[in-house]
């Protein structure tokens, strides 16, 4: 069983930075592929970024390349999204996800444990 709770969101302007937190309970995070992922108002959750249990390898979302970058810290049973350069189109709810699995993946059905969810709002 993992729980995860996510920090970090708020109401920034466009061209802002933010880093969003996830801690994880549990004693094997560092064996969970970690991902994050947003949902705007009146859209599909989708796919932000992903990251394997040993912090190797990554993916995210062609929306996002270049501008945010996933990390972790299993010492701290943390994962971190850090945004930059975040435009009005980024304003969502971002929901940190965990897998006890070694494939990266994009798809909301792949991960079975979720966060509350942490707003981030980006103002034009």
């Known amino acids: 069983q993992v729980q995860l709770v996510e920090s970090g969101g708020g109401l920034v302007q466009t061209g802002d930075s933010l880093r969003l937190s996830c801690q994880a309970s549990?004693?094997?995070?560092?064996?969970?592929?970690m991902g994050w992922f947003r949902q705007a108002p009146g859209k599909e959750r989708e796919f932000v970024a992903a990251?394997?249990?040993?912090?190797?390898?990554?993916d995210y979302a062609d929306s996002v390349k270049g501008r945010f970058t996933i990390s972790r810290d299993n010492a701290k049973n943390t994962v971190y999204l850090q945004m930059n350069s975040l435009k009005p189109e980024d304003t969502a709810a971002y929901y940190c996800?965990?897998?006890?699995?070694?494939?990266?993946?994009?798809?909301?059905?792949?991960?079975?444990?979720w966060g509350q969810g942490t707003q981030v709002t980006v103002s034009s």
């Open positions: 996800a965990a897998d006890f699995t070694v494939v990266l993946s994009r798809e909301v059905l792949a991960y079975h444990y």
């Open positions: 990251i394997s249990w040993s912090g190797v390898n990554t």
């Open positions: 549990g004693r094997t995070f560092s064996r969970y592929v």
